[in-house]
């Protein structure tokens, strides 16, 4: 008879102790979920009930009832417009705390995730106050004497400019630690051996700091194309987005197998992009050394 | 100096400041077509900052600076046409071997025959040919500053820049570095700048040497003139290894004065600025100086210092005695190894011309 002690104590046992919460953690939190939103989207509801009858209707309604491709292919440019503003606002940011910012750059960093310091509702109560139609932007225009913007608010303009700003931090914080370990006499070198600062940028700062940014990408795209909040807030009629929609299926119209699909089909397209992402990889370009012999 | 046809690089007046410290002070200097020149000194010499004025990673708060009769000052780095071999290799890591080569000649627009022919041929002189395919960080330290140096020497630069090229290199490989070195300028007829605060690799390599001191000039000179004949107690203490000798001249007459130092009387030779009374210190290399048993008698007019051989610290082909005095200084003397007529605990006598050695007006 072995005791139990002894069992305890082989190495095997402890390997399985040690696992068990990471284990747990993806089962219940990630893989279940997952499970159970692919089978509710094969299933039907009625009337605020779910059947477990297996069908394909709720696919069909998706993808080919134009409304919703629309909401989708609506979130998708919205993303890729935000992701882009985000990289083009980021690197400028990032370039100039990692470079100069000296022994406060882990406070500027620390500063650029201020806005989470509120909560998501605060902070667009904030947006609104300074482009809404009475807002800060608006009221100086007026107390000069000019006309009010008016593309500012309840419109997808105005939703896009929220949600870059809810997710412009991690691309700046993605950015910034791929900096930090970028060695910028890369740059001396590339000048003496005659590349003109954009040659120089082109051909050794971007390709170095690459993975960095396509996390920054990733980190800011993903959770663009299920926004929903913002859209709610600053977007107005017509600045709907996927997410929003998703949204009402589960807590006012409780079609919940449709959302199911539709979440179903969000996962996919992240899925593609994560892919697409990795695909632009080449870790021996990338410059970390011992990769990929 | 050579006629202005002949200067590679001149730099005129250049004088760069950091917040309040003076990097570069009024630095004057012509080097010429095919020349081996070095740099030599401490760190904070001010060597590097005068290197980077030059590749034109930084700018001169005054003075010019001329390469190939062009006047270069103000113009930033990619137009200057030079190369840079730095210290850390500073490879790029995303790049291949070749890629980080061919670096330059990409940046000029250069064909992509011409880039493959020029690669092959800087491959082969500098013995990299077979690693084009690899990435820096598959090459051992020496073979990262070959390409290093392949990748400064493959669009034929006008003149070429190493700052500390082989500080990171271990012994052996940085003796062959310094052979190898040498050849590539030889076989090339480039002009080098090196930037090094070793005197040995400085000794072995250069035509000429500038030392460097708190951001001036203390020598510029053949190297054997550097080190034979200094110009400076900084750089008779800097260059080759050297018994200082600090006293009071008590006399000078003809080309002669004598240096009181420590009770014992020394003949030195005379030199502008020691004026009797005056503070002096005397240099003599060690290599400079003999040792003998006490017994023995010093040839005449030469000095003569009494003490007891304390310590034999052998070698190889030679030794360092070292020799404490009756006053108590300690007297480093290199001299064959081995040899027979003294042992540590004998009386010993050490003995050298006056002229062997340099008197200077003592700073301060």
Same mark, same amino acid.
């Given at each position: ?8 104590? *082989? ?90 910012? @000296? *022994?406060?750059?882990l406070l500027l960093v620390l500063a650029l995730a201020a806005p989470f310091f509120t909560g998501a509702v605060l902070r667009l109560a904030a947006l609104q106050a300074i482009m809404g139609p009475i807002g800060v932007i608006n009221m100086a225009?007026?107390?000069? @004497? ?27 914080? /993605? ?14 070198? /590339? ?7 954009? !040659? ?94 | 100096?050579? $006629?202005?046809? $002949?200067? /590679? ?46 590749? @034109?990673?930084?700018? %001169? ?36 071997? @070749?890629? $980080? ?54 669009? !034929? ?19 062959e570095m310094e052979v190898e070195v040498r050849r590539y300028q030889r076989e090339l007829g480039i002009p080098f700048i090196y930037v090094t605060h070793n005197q040995e690799e400085a000794l072995t390599m250069s035509d000429r040497i500038a ?44 080309? *002669?004065?004598?240096?009181?130092? $420590?009770?014992?009387?020394? /003949?030195?030779?005379?030199?502008a600025g020691l004026a009797a009374g005056g503070a002096a210190d005397y240099f003599v290399k060690c290599e400079h100086l003999r040792v003998a048993a006490g017994s023995e008698a010093a040839t005449a007019g030469h000095n003569r210092l009494d003490?007891?051989? !304390? ?42 011309? %006056? ?10």
């Amino acid at each position: 008879m072995v005791s139990i002690q002894r069992i305890l104590h *082989r190495p095997e046992t402890r390997f399985m102790l040690l696992g068990l919460p990471a284990v747990l953690f993806v089962i219940v939190f990630l893989l279940l979920p997952i499970v159970s939103v692919i089978v509710f989207s094969f299933w039907r509801t009625e009337s605020y009930e779910i059947y477990a009858d297996w069908n394909l209707d709720n696919y069909r309604t998706v993808l080919f009832e134009g409304t919703y491709l629309t909401f989708l292919w609506r979130s998708i440019v919205t993303a890729v417009i935000v992701t882009g503003a985000c990289l083009l606002y980021a690197w400028p940011v990032a370039y100039f705390i990692a470079k100069y910012g @000296g *022994r406060y750059r882990l406070l500027l960093v620390l500063a650029l995730a201020a806005p989470f310091f509120t909560g998501a509702v605060l902070r667009l109560a904030a947006l609104q106050a300074i482009m809404g139609p009475i807002g800060v932007i608006n009221m100086a225009l007026g107390l000069i @004497g000019l006309p009010p913007i008016e593309f500012l608010m309840f419109n997808r303009i105005a939703s896009g400019i929220g949600i870059a700003y809810l997710y412009l931090p991690f691309m700046v914080t /993605a950015i910034y630690l791929s900096l930090l370990n970028f060695n910028f006499q890369l740059l001396n070198v /590339a000048k003496v051996n005659g590349a003109r600062p954009w !040659r120089a940028f082109l051909t050794v700062t971007w390709p170095l700091n690459w993975i960095g940014t396509a996390i920054g990408i990733t980190l800011v795209f993903i959770p663009c194309l299920a926004e929903s909040i913002t859209p709610t807030f600053l977007g107005g009629p017509s600045g709907k987005l996927y997410g929003s929609v998703l949204g009402l299926q589960f807590d006012q119209t409780g079609t919940w197998a449709l959302g199911s699909a539709m979440g179903v089909i969000l996962f996919a397209v992240c899925c593609v992009v994560i892919g697409i992402m990795w695909l632009t990889i080449n870790l021996k370009r990338s410059g970390f050394t011992g990769a990929g012999r | 100096m050579a $006629n202005a046809g $002949n200067v /590679a690089v001149g730099i005129y007046d250049a004088t760069k400041r950091f917040g309040r410290t003076t990097a570069v002070h009024r630095a004057n200097l012509e080097i010429r077509q095919g020349e081996f020149f070095s740099l030599l000194g401490p760190s904070g010499s001010g060597k590097t900052t005068l290197l980077r004025i030059i590749a @034109g990673l930084e700018d %001169p708060d005054e003075g010019r600076v001329v390469i190939d009769g062009r006047e270069v000052t103000g113009l930033p780095p990619y137009v200057r046409k030079v190369g840079m071999v730095f210290q850390d290799f500073l490879l790029f890591p995303h790049m291949t071997v @070749g890629e $980080n080569i061919q670096f330059p000649l990409r940046m000029q627009g250069a064909s992509k025959a011409e880039r493959d022919e020029r690669l092959a041929w800087i491959a082969k002189l500098l013995h990299i040919d077979g690693f084009e395919e690899r990435y820096p960080h598959q090459l051992s330290g020496g073979q990262q500053q070959r390409v290093a140096l392949a990748r400064g020497l493959i669009s !034929r630069p006008a003149l070429l820049l190493l700052d500390e090229p082989l500080a990171n290199l271990d012994r052996e490989l940085r003796k062959e570095m310094e052979v190898e070195v040498r050849r590539y300028q030889r076989e090339l007829g480039i002009p080098f700048i090196y930037v090094t605060h070793n005197q040995e690799e400085a000794l072995t390599m250069s035509d000429r040497i500038a030392v460097m001191r708190n951001g001036s000039f203390e020598q510029v000179a053949p190297k054997v003139e550097v080190y034979s004949d200094p110009a400076t107690a900084f750089v008779a203490s800097f260059v080759g290894h050297a018994n200082r000798m600090r006293g009071r001249v008590s006399a000078v007459e003809g080309g *002669r004065a004598r240096l009181d130092w $420590n009770g014992v009387q020394l /003949a030195i030779p005379a030199v502008a600025g020691l004026a009797a009374g005056g503070a002096a210190d005397y240099f003599v290399k060690c290599e400079h100086l003999r040792v003998a048993a006490g017994s023995e008698a010093a040839t005449a007019g030469h000095n003569r210092l009494d003490g007891t051989l !304390r310590d034999v610290i052998f070698k190889g082909q030679i030794a360092d005695y070292i020799v404490v005095l009756a006053n108590g200084a300690e007297i480093v003397v290199s001299e064959a190894a081995g040899l027979p007529r003294v042992k540590a605990g004998d009386a010993v006598a050490v003995t050298w011309a %006056p002229e062997a050695g340099r008197g200077f007006a003592a700073e301060g």
